[in-house]
């Protein structure tokens, strides 16, 4: 089981910018397809970014262009790159290692879950 952790949350003004981190632990982690999701009070867990072994990305229609998803091999992490940051990005955000088949865009189809880190933007 591979063990992710985040870093990076806080609380910022619209407008700001915040780099998440999600470091992974073993050594498989370069053949690992990675994603971010986020889930905001009562609502359910989406799909924020993905990336996937080859350093193909995904982004949801509502971060595109405002978010950058890349990963470190040599460290072990994935992380997340935020700007322009809106109230409606407030949530806890988690990174995830997909199963070896289905998308990005769906919860089920990944494995291992971090445990979050809370991105709070203030209006």
Request: proline fraction near 3%; hydrophobic fraction near 30%.
């Amino acid at each position: 089981q591979v063990q992710l952790v985040e870093s990076g949350g806080g609380l910022v003004q619209t407008g700001g910018s915040l780099t998440l981190s999600c470091a992974a632990s073993g050594r498989a982690f370069s053949t690992y397809d990675m994603g971010w999701f986020r889930r905001a009070p009562g609502t359910e867990r989406e799909f924020v970014a993905g990336i996937s072994s080859g350093y193909i990305t995904y982004y949801a229609d509502s971060v595109k262009g405002r978010f950058t998803i890349s990963r470190d091999n040599a460290k072990n992490t994935v992380n997340l790159q935020m700007s322009s940051l809106k109230p409606e990005d407030t949530a806890v955000y988690y990174c995830a290692v997909k199963r070896q088949f289905g998308s990005y865009y769906s919860p089920p189809n990944f494995g291992s879950w971090g445990q979050g880190t809370q991105v709070t933007v203030s209006s």
